[in-house]
């Protein structure tokens, strides 16, 4: 059964002046779709980090995140790139709210690896917090923070949140928007169809790197339920409503 709920990720800031991905999220909920927003922040998070003089750590891709760390995270995450982006949604007509995994215990996680800190791993997702909130007309926007039991935020990588999320929710579709077509392989051609088997392949040659990893994965886990997942430029106009045509744009992965 089609839930109709599309989870879309996209960058904290816009992908550029092209960039249409909140035009067309409004336009889907005005014709009845479901959209579910969850946003990153890192460029933001990087440039605050510096500006207090704390210096950005990464472990295998990952941001660590300490003590001091946190606090600027999530008060980018949650109080800035998060209302900026219910803003802009409000001001292009449609209507949304902002949470994150915290609100309502709604993304558990847990710290796994002391390298990384304050970072999780997501244990858990309350779909129905999400879909109530869909359910009431609102374009729920979320910034990617986990609770860890009692009381502890975590941040956690927005890619994985998007992921776990659009499995929780038996999410219709998962839109991974990033600034180039989609996977390339080791020639610098647009990979238009990826398996798990293919991902390995790719990742063992050391073409599947970087930020494009927890993406690929996040769609591979959401797929396993029924998902249909994409990553695609979102710096070309309209590609939010191409991927709902017969000849979506991007790199389509799915389990093989």
Not at 5 to 17: D, F, P, Q
Not at 86 to 105: K, M, N, W
Not at 178 to 207: H, I, K, Q
Request: charged share 25%; net charge negative; hydrophobic share 45%.
């Amino acid at each position: 059964m089609s839930s109709g709920i599309t989870v879309v990720k996209i960058g904290g800031s816009t992908l550029g002046a092209e960039d249409t991905s909140l035009e067309d999220v409004v336009a889907l909920a005005e014709e009845g779709h479901k959209p579910l927003v969850v946003h990153g922040g890192g460029a933001m998070i990087s440039g605050w980090l510096d500006r207090m003089g704390i210096e950005a750590v990464f472990v295998d891709g990952l941001r660590a995140t300490n003590e001091d760390a946190l606090d600027i995270v999530v008060g980018v995450l949650r109080g800035v790139v998060n209302a900026r982006l219910v803003a802009q949604i409000v001001d292009r007509g449609g209507r949304a709210v902002g949470v994150s995994g915290i609100d309502g215990g709604a993304v558990r996680a847990e710290r796994y690896d002391e390298r990384l800190g304050f970072v999780g791993r997501v244990t858990e997702v309350d779909p129905t917090f999400f879909t109530s909130l869909i359910d009431a007309g609102v374009i729920p926007v979320v910034a990617p923070i986990g609770l860890e039991a009692p009381a502890q935020p975590l941040n956690i990588n927005a890619d994985t949140v998007a992921g776990e999320l659009a499995r929780a929710v038996r999410a219709d579709r998962l839109l991974f928007m990033t600034d180039v077509d989609g996977l390339l392989d080791g020639a610098g051609e647009l990979v238009t169809a990826l398996g798990d088997s293919r991902a390995a392949e790719l990742r063992e040659e050391g073409v599947l790197t970087g930020g494009m990893i927890p993406k690929v994965e996040a769609c591979l886990r959401a797929a396993e339920t029924g998902t249909e997942a994409f990553i695609a430029n979102g710096t070309l106009p309209g590609t939010v409503r191409q991927l709902f045509s017969e000849h979506p744009r991007g790199t389509r992965v799915g389990v093989s």
